[in-house]
């Protein structure tokens, strides 16, 4: 069994891809120990991002599996593909136009079995020039083992998004058997799938492990289905949600962690979505008020009183404000002017 599978899902991905590989056949734990699982998730750039990939395994046969799927299954499918084809005992995603550091491996995979750690989460260093190489790793003192033993430690876990615990998928290495032996998938031909996936690894897991080291880089691309044009795909958070929450009540976890879900979901489906529809400068209309707001209801009818979410801050207020109004034209404009608002702030604080 080799130590660590590496699945990239590739779409149209030529142009990014190599520097990926390349850098995942640098790593210094040994092309012996690791198996790298490059999933073309039916490209259509006339044949260069499989080209790529069958180069790779032709050159590296014991290292390199070549998966080409028929059907484009987005990002999460083309995982999902690539779960079923591991074979390593941690596993990890890397995106086609990211990379990783050489040391990244080892030193996940030597945590992982240090602090027999079901997940191992590292740092993350955005760069916006594809062309850049960083040549030091950026440490810092805070790695910590949070071992998952009590019901209330669960529950702080859960609804936790910071630098050290997020809610995606990336910088993470994964015990393979975990997610085997509790079915964990991502939602298939929709973006915005990652909760699909993280929730139900917090829910599984029970050592996650911090490791206070930046070893993935990720490529903030203009391209990407999260910072490109995605209009077909506006409801897809709202949509994996939904799938979320129904293997969760049918998993009989939804009612146990019914506040923890709550949050979640206002957080990260009905914030995310109405965030990024103020980004990409969409005027919400009364009609998708209410669609969400009736989502909300629907699993959550006293969302707005949630504990977690009460007397937090702005954006959480403002939620809580959303799903309490009646949606009218008069009340939506004042919601798309705070939305507009937040934007902009936000934006400031980025461009500090």
């Keep these: ?13 030529s142009y990014y891809l190599e520097k990926c590989v390349d850098h995942l056949l640098a790593q210094t734990i040994g092309l012996e120990n690791m198996e790298i699982i490059l999933v073309d998730d039916a490209s259509v750039d006339d044949g260069a991002t499989l080209d790529i990939i069958m180069k790779y395994e032709r050159e590296f046969p014991d290292v390199v599996m070549a998966i080409p799927l028929e059907e484009n299954m987005k990002q999460g499918g083309a995982r999902n593909v690539g779960i079923f084809y591991a074979g390593g005992e941690y596993l990890m995603f890397c995106d086609a136009d990211d990379w990783l550091m050489p040391e990244a491996l080892e030193h996940l995979y030597d945590a992982a079995k240090e602090q027999d ?4 989460e590292c740092r993350i ?10 040549d030091d790793i950026e440490t810092g003192p805070d790695s910590v083992l949070l071992e998952l033993d009590t019901e209330k430690k669960r529950k702080e876990f859960l609804i936790r998004m910071d630098k050290k615990l997020s809610l995606g998928s990336q910088k993470k290495l994964y015990r393979l058997s975990m997610l085997k032996d509790h079915e964990i998938r991502f939602a298939e031909h929709l973006i915005f799938e990652e909760p699909s996936f993280v929730v139900p690894v917090r829910l599984a897991e029970k050592r996650h492990y911090f490791l206070d080291e930046a070893l993935y880089i990720c490529f903030l691309s203009p391209d990407s289905s999260m910072r490109g044009e ?8 709202r949509k994996v949600w939904i799938i979320l929450l129904e293997n969760l009540k049918q998993n009989g ?4 962690y019914y506040a923890e879900i709550e949050y979640l979901y206002m957080i990260s489906c009905l ?15 009364v009609q998708e008020m209410q669609e969400q707001v009736d989502t909300v209801k629907h ?3 006293h969302a707005s009183e949630n504990q977690y979410l009460v007397g937090q801050g702005k954006w959480e207020e403002f939620l809580a404000t959303v799903v309490r109004i009646e949606i009218t034209e008069e009340s939506m404009a004042v919601v798309n002017q705070m939305l507009r608002k937040f934007v902009c702030v936000e934006q400031k604080r980025r461009n500090r």
């Design 1 to 13: 069994m080799k130590k660590v599978s590496v699945v990239v899902a590739c779409y149209n991905a």
């Design 117 to 120: 750690a079901d997940v191992v």
């Design 125 to 134: 260093m955005d760069v916006t020039d594809h062309r850049i190489e960083i």
């Design 230 to 237: 995605w209009g077909t795909h506006k409801w897809d958070n």
């Design 253 to 256: 976890l939804f009612e146990k």
């Design 271 to 285: 914030k995310t979505t109405l965030r990024t529809w103020g980004q990409k400068g969409y005027t919400v209309t």
């Design 299 to 301: 699993y959550f009818p």
